[in-house]
């Protein structure tokens, strides 16, 4: 889940279960909820017209820059393993696309937590000594 900002919510299922059949299911569904803002004149509804993400994951890391929401790792139900594509969900064309793939790790990314930085660039104290960075992605 991951708040736009301004008045959307976006949620993506990860995995569904089936009560009846006791059976659980990867599930791609994206949703997004709008909140009622006073400034706005809206009032809330749900919007299920979202495309289906690219991997079906639960446990991720969300983050958004600019129009785009990112996700990043999580773990598949279905697999039983982490998910190592990361993809983006452009908010403006409402579709999903491959950023990149993380690089294989033994623990897998399964659990993922998604926090934005801003780092002085000239800031001497800071340390670089325990960061990996990945397609231009710094990952401690």
């Keep these: 889940m991951v708040f736009d900002g301004n008045d959307t919510i976006y949620i993506y299922a ?73 993809e983006y969900y452009n908010m403006e064309n409402r579709r999903w696309r491959h950023a990149f793939n993380l690089f294989e790790d033994n623990d897998g990314y399964g659990n993922v937590d998604c926090v934005k930085l801003r780092v002085p660039e000239t800031n001497c104290a800071f340390n670089f000594s325990d960061f990996i960075v990945y397609e231009k992605w710094v990952m401690w």
């Design 14 to 86: 990860g995995c569904s279960d089936d009560l009846e059949k006791g059976v659980k299911s990867e599930d791609c569904s994206v949703y997004s909820y709008t909140c009622s803002l006073p400034q706005t004149g809206l009032t809330p509804w749900w919007d299920r017209g979202h495309h289906a993400m690219l991997h079906s994951r639960s446990s991720t890391g969300t983050f958004i820059l600019g129009q785009r929401i990112y996700v990043v790792g999580g773990k598949s139900f279905d697999r039983g393993d982490g998910v190592k594509q990361v």
